[in-house]
């Protein structure tokens, strides 16, 4: 059983049961299209806080956060919710040869 639903948007509620230092990768396509891994730390208020990586790159610093927007968890400055799965089931442009980099660590 995935650890957070599939089928739509996710919400403040799914990320409430994740432990801290579960790594989830996320996906948006609302307005522009990506990937990103997310290192979860906590939900506090509106918000779910933890570290980001795009492909590739390292982890954004610590307490970074998605927030919640019309009862959806988003992302970026636009609210782009985001999701477990790519909802029209492409990978993302962010992928190389449909693979995610793992982040770089210091």
């Given at each position: 059983m995935p650890l957070l639903p599939t089928d739509r948007?996710?919400?403040?509620?799914d990320f409430?049961?994740?432990?801290?230092?579960?790594?989830?990768?996320?996906?948006y396509c609302a307005f522009?299209?990506?990937?990103?891994?997310?290192?979860?730390?906590?939900?506090?208020g509106d918000r779910v806080e933890g570290q980001f990586a795009y492909n590739g790159e390292k982890?954004?610093?610590?307490?970074?956060?998605?927030y919640e927007c019309d009862g959806r968890v988003c992302q970026g400055s636009g609210a782009e919710p985001v999701w477990a799965i790519m909802p029209d089931g492409e990978p993302a442009d962010t992928l190389v040869d449909g693979i995610l980099q793992l982040p770089q660590y210091d």
């Open positions: 948007p996710l919400t403040l509620d409430r049961p994740l432990e801290r230092g579960t790594v989830v990768i996320l996906h522009n299209k990506g990937t990103f891994v997310w290192l979860h730390e906590r939900v506090e982890f954004s610093p610590p307490r970074d956060y998605l």
